[in-house]
């Protein structure tokens, strides 16, 4: 097993939260777990696809196949999962923003819209908030005339959700950005979140 693969105790968290896969003229493809191992060490170092080492197989075959669960919303299961199981918070939500570096790659990719409403206008996503019944705290700007209600000791959780984000930049191939689309960042980050969630679970699961 080489560094940064999953472990025997953690790939039996994830073998049942994958889709099962055949290969061509029904013939069984390649295990998921040496495919989610390869994804996890491009995730892990940040090379691209073609640079994957050959231990994990074809690097397009692993590439397709990770591609593939982005479009049909594996990944977005996968954390949709570990809430159902108790991992996260279910009452409390954090939304904030944080820098990352495009590489030359993804020279043509756009900025999140959270980070806009962030920066640009915190009235309207304080009001949206509110409509859904959401208790926003989100902490005035020093130049408002009328400054809304703001629990400053709520506030100061926000380093739960800065922890996370200095987690994630440690995968490299989050760090430096090289994806074009919207979808294929989204699927790194949630893998990028699974692998640092997954230990959590390493402890509810039974030695056979």
Known sequence: MARGDLTD??????EGLLPTERGRKSRPSHDNRRYLNG?????????PWRDMHERYGKWNSVYVRFRRWAEQGVWDGLLETLVELGLTDDWQHMIDSTTVRGHSQAASAKGGLIRKLLVNDSGFLR?????????PVIPPKANRKE???????????????????SKLKQFRRVATRHDKTARSFA??????????????????????
């Open 9 to 14: 105790l953690k790939w039996r968290i994830m």
């Open 39 to 47: 994804m996890l060490h491009v995730l892990r170092i940040g090379c």
């Open 127 to 135: 009001e949206e908030l509110l409509v859904h019944g959401i208790r």
């Open 147 to 165: 400054s809304p209600v703001c629990d400053f000791r709520a506030y100061k959780d926000r380093n739960r959700i800065e922890r996370l984000f």
């Open 187 to 208: 699927a790194i980050l949630a893998l990028a979140a699974v692998r640092v969630w997954l230990p959590s679970f390493t402890g509810t699961v039974h030695k056979p």
